[in-house]
């Protein structure tokens, strides 16, 4: 099948080297140019495991190809995917700018009668609004299909080839008949194609993952709970993620949830239930827990430190907002390190992966360090904020010796307290029983 995707960021520039690698004649499209020209040669403008290895592969089988051309893009697919950015507004909104801009300028190029994809994350009725736009600018059949992508940055290859689920918003059944085919190479296994109609495919994004944040931001409740009562939230977890009913994921407390999705989707669906005369009161709770919890290991050093923070060294160990991923935008460390800042700290980073981000995000005000333990030279703590495995079973002994003082803030709860404090640190973690 012909398949064309507009957008090459996370999820476009996935979607379509998992469907070239799946048979398919793909072209994705970008208006950069100069991210364009990188993929042609092989440069790869994102980390995310597994991708370089599939992209490199499907354009040397000449199943891929890329383009800034709209036109040759939209006249190639019989199937084209919108993938693109639907940012935040000041009012929390989603911004459907892209979505709509592109929509207008493809209507004038069909040469053919298409099926439009919004595989972007758009609030309910955006497709009847690209619908729209098609009905008046073109005498071709257009169709348009609400198809919500699900895929967790650090693991979106395998997301794409083997999905839990596919969601197909279309009440057309010669689409359904289409995008069945194209999907089934990757539910081999028997995972759903669930159809429904569109506004429902729709809304089923944003409550999935408004739902994974109130887990996230109900756990770190709980771990505060947990430090005014000497309870332990790692313990706490155990207890119920045992519960068939409710399950072992997204159960672990930290410093708040980021990336490109829970925070941008939360408020994107308050903000429409507000347009809907409608007061979703335990989501918003869900986004003011979380912005606080990005403050806690701030209060944390404070308080250790007796609110004498300037010039005090911190040692920091993870920037992205995950592992596996070097994306940083609305990652915790980002509020914790500016927090600090703010109060006088100098800050030593480390990130395997997201060091040119944060570059990018605080440019000198932070020294930067390739390797994890040569950011512990000279530190007054050491701050854990990414979970990455290369920071479970570090050296203490070595770590001892070159901090200059011996405590860790574990922003993640990767170490066993009793472990760390037996090697002679001070340990602080979120809600590991701190009334002892």
Excluded at 206 to 229: D, H, P, R, W
Aim: aromatic share 8%; charged share 30%.
């Amino acid at each position: 099948m012909k398949i064309s995707i507009i957008g090459t960021g996370y999820v476009g520039l996935v979607q379509g080297a998992c469907f070239a690698d799946s048979g398919n004649s793909v072209i994705c499209m970008d208006i950069d140019e100069k991210k364009i020209a990188n993929l042609k040669r092989g440069i790869i403008p994102i980390y995310e495991p597994g991708l370089e290895e599939l992209v490199k592969r499907n354009v040397q089988d000449g199943k891929l190809e890329f383009s800034t051309n709209l036109r040759s893009t939209v006249q190639h697919g019989k199937v084209i995917f919108l993938c693109l950015p639907t940012p935040q507004s000041e009012d929390g909104s989603a911004d459907l700018s892209h979505v709509l801009r592109v929509s207008e300028q493809m209507a004038d190029l069909f040469n053919e009668d298409k099926i439009i994809v919004s595989k972007s994350t758009v609030p309910v009725g955006t497709v009847d609004r690209v619908r729209q736009i098609m009905r008046k600018k073109t005498d071709h059949e257009v169709d348009v299909v609400s198809n919500p992508e699900f895929l967790k940055e650090g693991a979106a290859v395998q997301d794409s080839l083997k999905p839990d689920r596919i969601v197909i918003g279309t009440r057309n059944k010669r689409v359904m008949t289409v995008m069945t085919e194209l999907y089934a190479p990757f539910v081999r296994t028997g995972n759903p194609i669930l159809m429904m109609d569109e506004r429902s495919a729709e809304l089923t994004k944003y409550a999935s993952n408004a739902f994974l944040a109130t887990k996230i931001s109900f756990m770190n409740e709980l771990a505060n709970l947990c430090e005014k009562t000497g309870a332990d939230i790692d313990m706490v977890r155990k207890g119920m993620g045992t519960d068939q009913r409710i399950g072992q994921q997204f159960l672990f407390a930290g410093v708040g949830y980021g990336g490109s999705c829970f925070p941008k989707d939360v408020k994107a669906l308050i903000k429409t239930s507000q347009e809907n005369d409608f007061e979703l009161r335990i989501l918003r709770s869900v986004d003011e827990v979380n912005e606080r919890q990005k403050k806690v290991l701030v209060r944390k050093v404070q308080k250790y430190f007796d609110g004498q923070l300037k010039e005090k060294v911190i040692a920091v160990w993870g920037l992205a907002f995950k592992p596996q991923t070097d994306d940083m935008r609305d990652a915790s460390s980002v509020e914790v390190i500016n927090g600090l800042l703010e109060l006088g700290c100098k800050i030593k980073a480390h990130d395997p992966i997201a060091l040119s981000r944060a570059k990018s995000i605080f440019g000198n005000r932070v020294e930067y360090f390739d390797r994890n333990y040569d950011a512990l030279k000279g530190a007054d703590a050491l701050l854990v904020i990414t979970e990455w495995n290369e920071f479970r079973r570090p050296d203490f002994v070595k770590m001892k010796a070159l901090m200059k003082r011996q405590v860790i803030f574990d922003g993640r709860n990767i170490y066993e307290p009793k472990e760390v404090r037996d090697q002679g640190f001070e340990y602080f973690g979120i809600g590991r029983g701190s009334i002892k």
